[in-house]
């Protein structure tokens, strides 16, 4: 079920990315061959915009837009319909496009989450008007009962007792309160269910001197907060919307360069990093927490699917982009075979990149 859920995911956000290479072409008057959900083998053909055919391929894994004369040596750079013929502004709009419809159809997704909700840390007023509340894991200290225990942090809380008293609330300074009512003397069974929806008991039993601020009081060394669901209106949600999505945007960029500078100076840490294995789960996790985290995390690959492409690295748009602009400095269209061999080149190391983070998915699930 998370294969097809992911696959669902990409197919719309490639789809998305390409409806806005599609749009931009139109409007610069460029004929475009074929619009394609899938890549061919071609299925069948399900209708025609214009002189554009719809189509449905074998390989459900994304989509393409054909625009005529794309190619440099295509011969048809004086049919003022292809793509070639067309002045390089026009050319690097439709580039640009597909990476700016990825952005705008991020903040959709946003928008919709905090529309739909996604689980937040509440204030204590927001408590009673929330869904879905419950006390959540937000930090463990080092060498503590808990990190002992195996307490991870996006863990739920869902009871816990000591052999006299049951906890069973989502209040942080009542679970507080329980864990230092047994006096260091108990070990508590705590009721925990994790992140990817497993649920397991753990034991610990709470010492003095792990809160530098009240030495005495016993405790298990973790942050707790009361995690629930709170939807935002239409109104909020477009404003707060906007700005998640310039946030994320600012990040997803910091994270991007950071990753690959590392990786041009043989210091890239794939640990961080997930290839198409890791993100079936975390998509999979996702849906099965709620419309809204699915949404939030559709955003995020959107994002990062954008920003991925604006990399001026030939085989994608950005690589695309910088030909252009080289072209239209030096004033005449780089050499067909010098475009592809700088294309084949960038394409291996694309697929290189990509084999290695795939397996290092796959060594992290069965390592």
């Known amino acids: 079920m998370n294969i097809l859920i992911f696959i669902v995911c990409i197919v719309v956000l490639i789809v998305v990315h390409e409806f806005g290479h599609f ?13 394609g959900i ?49 002045n390089r502004f026009a050319q690097a709009l439709v580039l640009v496009a597909g990476i700016a419809m990825n952005l705008i159809f991020a903040y959709v997704l946003i928008t919709g989450a905090l529309i739909a909700g996604t689980p937040r840390a509440l204030e204590p007023d927001e408590i009673s008007s ?10 463990v200290l080092p060498d503590s009962p808990a990190e002992k225990a195996g307490i991870l942090v996006g863990d739920a809380v869902l009871s816990a007792e000591d052999g006299h008293f049951v906890f069973n609330s989502a209040d942080p ?38 809160v530098a601020s009240d030495p005495l009081r016993p405790a298990l060394g973790v942050e707790v907060a009361t995690i629930g669901v709170i939807p935002l209106s239409f109104g909020s949600a477009i404003v707060e919307g906007a700005t998640l999505t310039w946030g994320s945007i600012k990040i ?18 794939f640990s961080q990093v997930s290839g198409p294995v890791g993100i079936v789960g975390v998509v999979g996790n996702a ?39 080289i072209e239209s400095v030096i004033r005449r269209p780089i050499k067909a075979s010098v475009a592809r061999a700088v294309n084949s080149v960038s394409f291996a190391f694309l697929v290189l990149l990509m084999v ?3 397996a290092h998915d796959i060594f992290k699930i069965v390592g």
């Open 356 to 358: 290695a983070i795939t």
């Open 23 to 35: 749009v931009a072409a139109k409007l610069a008057r460029m004929r475009v061959d074929e619009f």
């Open 252 to 269: 997803t960029a910091v994270g991007l360069w950071n990753f690959f500078y590392d990786i041009f100076t043989l210091r890239a840490n």
């Open 173 to 210: 300074a009542k679970f507080t309160k329980f864990v230092s009512n047994g006096k260091g003397n108990t070990t508590i069974s705590l009721s925990i269910k994790r992140a990817s929806g497993e649920e397991t008991t753990l034991f610990a039993r709470p010492v003095a001197g792990i």
């Open 287 to 325: 849906s099965a927490d709620g419309f809204g985290n699915l949404l939030s995390i559709m955003a995020i690959i959107s994002i990062n699917l954008a920003l991925i492409n604006l990399i001026p690295v030939p085989a994608l748009d950005g690589g695309r982009l910088l030909f252009v602009i």
């Open 130 to 139: 929330a869904r879905d509340v419950k006390l959540a894991v937000a930090g």
């Open 38 to 86: 899938g890549y061919p083998p071609r299925a069948a053909v399900i209708g025609k915009i214009g002189e554009t055919i719809l189509s449905l391929n074998w390989l459900p894994f994304g989509g393409f837009v054909k625009i005529f004369g794309e190619e440099v040596d295509s011969g048809n750079i004086h049919d003022t319909s292809s793509f070639s013929s067309k």
